[in-house]
T-cell receptor, first 114, second 109 residues
Framework: GAVVSQHPSRVICKSGTSVKIECRSL??????MFWYRQFPKKSLMLMAT?????????EQGVEKDKFLINHASLTLSTLTVTSAHPEDSSFYIC??????????FGQGTRLTVV | EDQVTQSPEALRLQEGESSSLNCSYT??????LFWYRQDPGKGPEFLFT???AGEEKEKERLKATLTKKESFLHITAPKPEDSATYLC??????????FGPGTRLSVLP
């Protein structure tokens, strides 16, 4: 069965609005979750590491104020794309790592900003 | 800087035509080399983890091998349902996963 649940799978929003994406670890408690962005025919680009109970760690070039990450519990992390623009349209994927070994991925969220 | 590359970028095979995908890595202190399958519009699906040179793992028509510098994903007698993008990733102690760009495999009936 699925280890990671990501919701929604698809979302269309208007420019200027905010969109929240949820990532749930179903099998185990996760102190760390990862958020990736994937462009068409490209590999996964790590955006940030979500840490339960503390601030997320963002990769270089990723705007903290645009991509808000909240990891309020050991099983839930959320990514909020604020003031969305068409260039934010992409495929966003979350990941959970068990004891820093295997990485399990959510089914991804296709965001389209119109 | 840790880096993972994959070749070829895309591969088209006839059903039953065996081949191999390559993953080359320069990851200091490699803890594990991972293979994933990704279907369009879906998240990556875990296939294998290899931990040391010489290790091999098999699953149905797939076999993954690892050397000190690269990993191969061998596909034996592929079927159309094996069509997908195959990603490899290196993981070192205390570091995040570093993904390769992937190989897009198309298996024609």
């Amino acid at each position: 069965g699925a280890v990671v649940s990501q919701h929604p799978s698809r979302v269309i929003c208007k420019s200027g609005t905010s969109v929240k994406i949820e990532c749930r670890s179903l099998d185990f408690q996760a102190t760390t979750m990862f958020w990736y962005r994937q462009f068409p025919k490209k590999s996964l680009m790590l955006m940030a590491t979500s840490n339960e109970g503390s601030k997320a760690t963002y990769e270089q070039g990723v705007e903290k104020d645009k991509f808000l990450i909240n990891h309020a519990s050991l099983t839930l992390s959320t990514l909020t794309v604020t003031s969305a623009h068409p260039e934010d349209s992409s495929f966003y994927i979350c990941s959970v790592s068990r004891q820093n070994t295997e990485a399990f991925f959510g089914q991804g969220t296709r965001l389209t900003v119109v | 800087e840790d880096q993972v590359t994959q070749s070829p970028e895309a591969l088209r095979l006839q059903e039953g035509e065996s081949s191999s995908l390559n993953c080359s890595y320069t990851v200091s202190g490699l803890r594990g080399l991972f293979w994933y399958r990704q279907d369009p519009g879906k998240g990556p699906e875990f296939l294998f983890t290899l931990y040391s040179a010489g290790e091999e793992k098999e699953k149905e028509r797939l076999k993954a091998t690892l050397t000190k510098k690269e990993s191969f994903l061998h596909i034996t007698a592929p079927k159309p349902e094996d069509s997908a993008t195959y990603l490899c990733a290196g993981h070192s102690y205390g570091q995040n996963f570093v993904f390769g760009p992937g190989t897009r495999l198309s298996v024609l009936p």
